[in-house]
């Protein structure tokens, strides 16, 4: 049986029940966890869940093991997939346990799902993280499309734009929304590396960086307004975060105060009710002309053209088929193209040329 | 020197998009009701540094509680909002002024609906007729009375010049020193034939409300240039159109979507030199979170308006300057067209009487 030991002894495989696991020295807890080659014949199905609707994207099914006992409790498809191919054995990803119990089963099948195999990581962090990834792919020239696993509708969404590829990317890979995305990218702007390595040792949260976000736009606001550059904004910003950060045990009262100071500056977060657009359109900007590519005519052209339309309206005149109403719209029309066209020369121009 | 203003409208202490705004426009259902809105105003023109600013009279508000079946009066000693009901006079307007001491304040109006249909029109006006001859003769008076110093216009509720003159006649000989008049659903040589009218009357400052449109401030612009002493408008779109996640094109003030579901040609790139998009792609403004994404499209479009009506007054000296102007930053010949010509036609008839020529703007051929 070949077998490889990832880790030995009491490794709580879901990181966020790990100190928990660890202070009750659960029996439930996991004692080792193995990619092992198991017989089909032995794993049954764990059936007081039903199985998720997309398949499992690790490589092998879930099992947990006690004893005689053993239960994949994710991937069985994989597991019938052994069987219809008359296989007897199949590699698992076993997770060694002392006991078993329907609800700790359960449990484990939810969290299999919600928490990350090496537990979590610091909000601060994956905001750092995130500000250094997209600098890294910014300052690259690499199709970034590769790093899509693929396979699924993200990557049919792939557009000449970076900036918009990186965030599906981040999509997909992260199994996050393109809001939640957003979130941690604003989150990061603005804040130098240094500062975000200060909020991580801090273990600054979620919480933090919402509370401080009106108090941060008002500062890019009225640096902006200042005309200060991106660089300079950056650097005060993150010494004023840090200091609200130090200051965290009395926040409210520091942001409390500094609205109070900027006589109610601190921009109301969400004014009005976000509408929901179902269509998908696309972006419209008009770039301008080039100022040289405008035609100008000249004062010969002018004449000319001005002659053509007193000869025109001249004609009308004479046209006995046309009633009075219509050859005064008409004679109208002619007289605003003349006036329009004896004003297509500046005076300027006018004096110079006669 | 002539002048063309922007009053930034629709902004409080809170949303404001720019820490030096050159004018804003507060009005006195919001402002001049009580002393809480008193200091709202001082505080507002504080943070926003203002140079100037107007006080509307709430004329809007009447209108809005007419369409919504509110109880309207005009009570001068009651408060000016009460649960479902307004309650405007002169009085209110001068009070307010009083206390908030704008640059200039609007008298009371009872504004016209947008009517179409030219026989519902002449009803809308008839019946809105006396309060709008009352209410202006009446505030001029108090104006006179209690805030000499603060400059008076009258706002123009009219929807041709025929009606404009009927509303003339009767308040002819008051002392007001300006019009102010909303741009509704008017075609640019529409407003053009009121401007010139409001020349040939010798009124030296006219203020147009509620508009951004690239081609009105392009009218203003060339108006303020040749027309008038001073020509302004106000306009609240940098904040209503960032609420609905949209960017107005710094050329020519015309609306970019930048909501979520939107897609960016990568080809595309933004080429707004504010201080907000500089060195900034669409999608990052496009990827903002909503409260973020508010802030940089209200202050860039604010910016954007201002910086639009700084370049069409400097272009506008001459008509083919502004034609020029106009080409480079608008792709609507159209419209361009028509206003060259609208203009044109001004320029050659302006100090003719205006019923021997005004079939030239009325008159689409």
């Known amino acids: 049986m070949e077998e490889k030991i990832l880790k030995e002894e009491n490794q709580g495989y879901q990181g966020s029940l790990e100190n928990f696991l660890e202070k009750e020295k659960s029996e439930f807890a996991n004692f080792s966890e193995k990619i092992e080659e198991l017989s089909i014949q032995e794993i049954s199905k764990f059936t007081e869940l039903p199985d998720y609707v997309e398949a499992s994207a690790d490589f092998f099914p879930i ?3 006690s004893g005689e006992s053993c239960f994949c409790i994710d991937g069985w498809e994989k597991v019938e997939n052994a069987k219809n191919a008359q296989q007897t054995q199949i590699f698992c ?15 484990r099948k939810i969290a299999i799902r919600m928490v990350p195999l090496a537990g979590r990581a610091l909000y601060s962090e994956i905001v750092r993280n995130i500000k250094i990834l997209i600098n890294f792919i910014m300052q690259s020239k690499e199709n970034i499309k590769v790093y899509s696993h693929g396979g699924d509708r993200k990557s049919d969404s792939f557009t000449n734009n970076r900036e918009e590829n990186i965030r599906l990317i981040l999509m997909e890979r992260f199994a996050k929304k393109r809001s939640t995305i957003n979130q941690y990218i604003s989150h990061g702007s603005y804040l130098t590396l240094e500062a975000l390595e200060k909020l991580v040792e801090g273990k600054a949260d979620k919480e933090f960086f919402e509370k401080v976000n009106n108090a941060k736009l008002q500062i890019i606001k009225e640096l902006k307004s200042k005309n200060f550059s991106a660089d300079e904004i950056t650097q005060m910003v993150s010494k004023k975060i840090i200091e609200f950060f130090n200051n965290r045990e009395n926040l409210e009262d520091l942001l409390k105060k500094r609205a109070s100071n900027d006589d109610g500056k601190s921009e109301k977060s969400e004014p009005v009710k976000k509408e929901k657009f179902l269509e998908e359109p696309t972006l419209e ?13 000249c004062e010969e052209e002018i004449r000319e053209k001005a002659a053509a339309i007193c000869q025109r309206m001249g004609a009308r005149f004479q046209d006995f088929s046309t009633n009075f109403s219509l050859i005064k719209e008409a004679v109208i029309g002619d007289v605003k193209e003349l006036l329009s066209l004896i004003n297509c020369m500046s005076k300027e121009e006018s004096v110079c040329l006669n | 020197m002539s002048q063309l203003i922007y009053f930034c409208a629709g902004l409080d202490s809170n949303i404001c998009p720019a820490a030096n705004i050159e004018a804003v426009l507060i009005n006195t259902p919001d402002f001049g009701d009580g002393s809480k809105g008193i200091e709202e105003a001082r505080k507002l023109r504080s943070i926003s540094n203002a140079k100037k600013m107007m006080l509307d009279s709430g004329g809007f508000q009447l209108l809005k509680a007419e369409e919504n079946g509110l109880e309207i009066s005009c009570e001068e000693n009651e408060p000016i909002k009460r649960n479902n009901k307004i309650n405007l006079s002169p009085m209110h307007v001068i009070r307010a002024a009083q206390d908030i001491k704008p640059d200039i304040f609007v008298a009371l109006d009872f504004p016209i609906k947008k009517i179409f249909d030219p026989s519902l029109q002449k009803i809308e006006f008839m019946r809105k007729l006396g309060f709008n001859i009352t209410w202006a003769i009446q505030t001029s008076a108090l104006r006179k009375k ?6 008076l216009f009258i706002p123009v509720q009219c929807y041709n010049l025929q009606q404009f003159n009927l509303f003339w006649e009767r308040i002819k000989g008051i002392e007001f020193d300006g019009f102010s008049m909303p741009v509704r659903n008017l075609k640019v040589p529409e407003i053009a034939l009121f401007l010139v009218k409001f020349y040939q009357l010798g009124i030296k400052k006219v203020h147009l409300l509620g508009t951004s449109s690239f081609f009105n401030i392009a009218l203003a612009a060339y108006s303020a240039n040749h027309l008038f002493e001073r020509i302004s408008f106000d306009a609240t779109t940098w904040r209503l159109i960032a609420e609905k996640e949209c960017y107005f094109n710094p050329h020519n003030l015309s609306l970019v979507n930048l909501r979520e579901n939107v897609r960016i040609d990568g080809e595309i790139m933004a080429d707004c030199q504010c201080v907000w998009c500089h060195g900034k792609s669409f999608a990052y403004i496009k990827n903002l979170p909503y409260a973020e994404k508010f802030l940089f499209l209200m202050c860039h479009n604010h910016l954007a308006i201002e910086k639009i009506t700084k370049e069409m007054y400097k272009n506008s000296c001459e008509l083919e300057e502004l034609r020029h102007y106009l080409l480079t930053n608008s792709p609507n010949q159209e419209r361009i067209k028509e206003l060259h010509q609208t203009l044109a036609v001004i320029e050659g008839f302006k100090d003719e ?3 021997e020529w005004k079939n030239l703007l009325t008159i689409k051929p």
């Open chain 2, 146 to 151: 209690y805030c000499p110093e603060i400059e």
């Open chain 1, 285 to 297: 900007y008009w770039k301008g002309n080039d100022a040289s590519s405008i035609v100008k005519l």
């Open chain 1, 63 to 65: 099992v947990i093991k």
């Open chain 1, 93 to 107: 990803r076993v997770f060694y346990v002392h006991k078993i119990s329907d609800v700790e089963l359960a449990i």
């Open chain 2, 353 to 355: 009487p205006l019923d």
